[in-house]
């Protein structure tokens, strides 16, 4: 891109300020500059200006989850239905590792934090131990795809290979980068990071599997005959991956995806709730769950939006193929960003100072044609690791890895 049809773009979408230093740089730092606004899509930041029409929604009804107590009457059958489908090589992990993790505060990649007290247990590690749980039962390793962004790559795969992955064989671990986008102020406008660089951020974690297929994996995939992907967060060291019953059930219930659900401690719980929107099945984020759907009961007498979901899936692979091309809705997301001050400074900001702009995987569901929600016990499968301390922090996650008998 020439720097005339860069301005052209930039004046388009009223991004002039990204020039502001360019007359500064040397050659190399221009081309950089340039390359990177004409590969930035401009055209979505204009929508933090009228967010209210990003969040429309459909009729939302109740969608009837498997509790504990069925599957714990079916659990031998689809125990051995999931474990055969991972004998047989059907199923893959899939890893979401891409996030900033800025909540956390630590400026290595989330899935390096040291959760251990007396020894060292890392968060990437606490997850291979829980997939390698299902590995040794199975007598085979399954393929893991770990999604990073070009932010936490290096440091991410380097961690790995210093690790020696952990024990897991390395020709079953795959990587790739996830897309960015560009951040910017309270009124859209693009912040530059360095005087040659716009501002950018991973574009969320919906993003994965068309990721997955720029990267050039998909041949992979077929190759290996994976017919599953076991989506999940790096930050919920207690999440069991690759689950054969959770894998078994959702087979066996015919569904092209499953989420892990878990019981709403309360009904205003700030976790996002399955549901059915216009007959599909979708996740109604907690801040659009009206009072009236928030108190709603089903005809047991029970609440009727009581599942909230933690970021645990199976995907079907031939559905997500089918789903590749269709649009997901924009989220724009307040944090901290990053960027240069007005005297071209790099400034850090301690509290948010503007948008992020994101895709994620829990709109995915919407697009899927059949959703099984399985329950899950919160207290074994969910301890995320968000915040530093307090709620969903490193401190309630060791507690609970404690409770399950996980020595720190
Ligand atoms: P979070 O919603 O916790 O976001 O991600 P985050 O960016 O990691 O953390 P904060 O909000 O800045 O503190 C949930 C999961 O999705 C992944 C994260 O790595 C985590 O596993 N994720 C998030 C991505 O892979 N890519 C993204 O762009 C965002």
């Known amino acids: 891109m020439t720097l005339e049809e860069a301005k052209a773009k930039l004046e388009k979408y009223g991004q002039m300020q990204v020039l502001k230093y360019y007359d500064e740089l040397d050659d190399a730092q221009k081309a950089a500059l340039l390359a990177q606004i004409d590969a930035t899509d401009m055209s979505i930041q204009a929508n933090c200006k009228h967010q209210e029409e990003l969040g429309k929604r459909g ?86 795809y ?93 999440q069991r991956i690759a689950d054969p019953v959770f894998v078994g059930a959702t087979i066996a219930r015919n569904c092209t995806v499953g989420a892990k659900v878990v019981r709403k401690a309360a009904p205003d719980e700030k976790v996002g709730v399955i549901c059915l929107e216009d007959g599909k099945p979708s996740i109604v984020e907690y801040y659009d769950l009206t009072e009236e759907l928030m108190n709603a009961k089903n005809e047991k007498g029970d609440p009727a939006y009581n599942f909230g979901v933690i970021l645990n899936y199976l995907f079907k692979t031939e559905q997500l193929e089918r789903i590749l091309n269709g649009a997901l809705p924009l989220h724009i997301v307040e944090k901290k960003i990053p960027c240069l001050d007005e005297n071209g400074n790099l400034f850090k900001p301690e509290s948010p100072n503007g948008y992020k702009y994101e895709n994620l995987v829990l709109d995915m569901i919407h697009q899927c044609d059949s959703c099984l929600p399985f329950e899950v016990a919160r207290e074994k499968e969910f301890a995320p690791i968000k915040n530093k301390t307090g709620v969903d922090s490193v401190e309630s996650a060791q507690a609970l890895l404690e409770k399950n008998g996980v020595v720190l």
């Not at 890392?122 to 749980?133: A, R, T």
């Not at 020709?171 to 716009?198: P, S």
């Open 146 to 238: 770990i999604m990073t962004s070009e932010k936490n790559n290096d440091a991410t795969v380097a961690f790995f290979k210093e690790k020696n992955f952990f024990g897991y064989p390395e020709d079953h671990v795959h990587f790739f980068m996830q897309e960015m986008a560009a951040a910017t102020d309270y009124e859209g406008r693009i912040y530059l990071e360095e005087k040659g660089r716009m501002a950018t951020s991973p574009n969320g974690n919906g993003g994965w599997f068309i990721s997955l297929v720029n990267a050039g994996l998909l041949d992979s995939v077929h190759e290996y005959g994976i017919e599953w992907f076991n989506v999940f967060a790096v930050d919920n060291v207690l």
């Open 59 to 144: 009729v939302i009804t109740p969608l009837d989850c498997m509790e504990i107590s069925e599957i714990e009457e079916n659990k031998a059958e689809f125990d051995k239905v999931g474990l055969d489908a991972i004998k047989q090589g059907k199923v893959a992990a899939l890893l979401l590792a891409g996030g900033m993790g800025t909540r956390l505060g630590s400026d290595n990649p989330k899935g390096m934090y040291n959760v251990g007290k007396t020894r060292e247990l890392y968060i990437f590690e606490c997850l291979f131990n829980n997939m390698k749980d299902v590995t040794d039962r199975a007598g085979a390793p399954i393929h893991i």
